[in-house]
T-cell receptor
Framework: EPEVTQTPSHQVTQMGQEVILRCVPI?????FYWYRQILGQKVEFLVS????????KSEIFDDQFSVERPDGSNFTLKIRSTKLEDSAMYFC???????????FGSGTRLTVV | AQSVTQPDIHITVSEGASLELRCNYS??????LFWYVQSPGQGLQLLLK??????LVQGIKGFEAEFKRSQSSFNLRKPSVHWSDAAEYFC????????????FGTGTRLLVSP
């Protein structure tokens, strides 16, 4: 079964550093998403991406965050200057039909120290 | 705005016993509803989804859920729980902004006792 692949699985970074979280969505999918889950809390929507542009973003997704699809296969989330409160599990997802058929990746655990 | 409430933070069930996890939603129109499972350190796996039609939907791993519009509920059930079902379960509803964004509940952690 096709998978969404996220790398790295764990990342530790110092506060103020830039991080890039990488995702390889399923190849024929058109919708791409990032969600995050702070430890012990619910999964929260960050951003959706379609047709090479952001289609929706949450209040969490401020100017420190950006997304990019640099080539035909990768989908990245960049945090420019990490804060302690950015520590969370970040999930990438892709879909061919919007919310009808998401596939989530296994996540990247980001720890900001 | 859409919201999802999962009133039970933790539930402990004996292996072989039946299970029901509660989910209530707030949504202006007919919702699209989902249940996801997350095993420790793993991603989110879709158990089942409801879009329309039969209000009792079957999913993977022997799970089912029933949509009750009058109660704004979408409870997840399983007749006989296995130890491998121990995980966190999330109910979710799609947003009304183009069927793209999911809104999740806070999750219910299922513990299975021998």
């Amino acid at each position: 079964e096709p998978e969404v692949t996220q790398t790295p699985s764990h990342q530790v970074t110092q506060m103020g550093q830039e991080v890039i979280l990488r995702c390889v969505p399923i190849s024929n999918h058109l919708y791409f998403y990032w969600y995050r889950q702070i430890l012990g809390q619910k999964v929260e929507f960050l951003v959706s991406f379609y047709n090479n542009e952001i289609s929706e973003k949450s209040e969490i997704f401020d100017d420190q965050f950006s997304v990019e699809r640099p080539d035909g296969s990768n989908f990245t989330l960049k945090i420019r200057s990490t804060k302690l409160e950015d520590s969370a599990m970040y999930f990438c997802a892709s879909s061919s039909t919007g919310s009808y058929g998401y596939t989530f990746g296994s996540g990247t655990r980001l720890t900001v120290v | 705005a859409q919201s999802v409430t999962q009133p039970d933070i933790h539930i402990t069930v004996s292996e072989g016993a039946s299970l029901e996890l509660r989910c209530n939603y707030s949504y202006g129109a007919t919702p699209y509803l989902f249940w996801y499972v997350q095993s420790p350190g793993q991603g989110l796996q879709l158990l089942l989804k409801y879009f329309s039609g039969d209000t009792l939907v079957q999913g993977i791993k022997g799970f089912e859920a029933e949509f009750k519009r009058s109660q704004s509920s979408f409870n997840l059930r399983k007749p006989s729980v296995h130890w491998s079902d121990a995980a966190e379960y999330f109910c979710a509803v799609d947003s009304d902004t183009g069927f793209q964004k999911l809104v999740f509940g806070t999750g219910t952690r299922l513990l299975v006792s021998p």
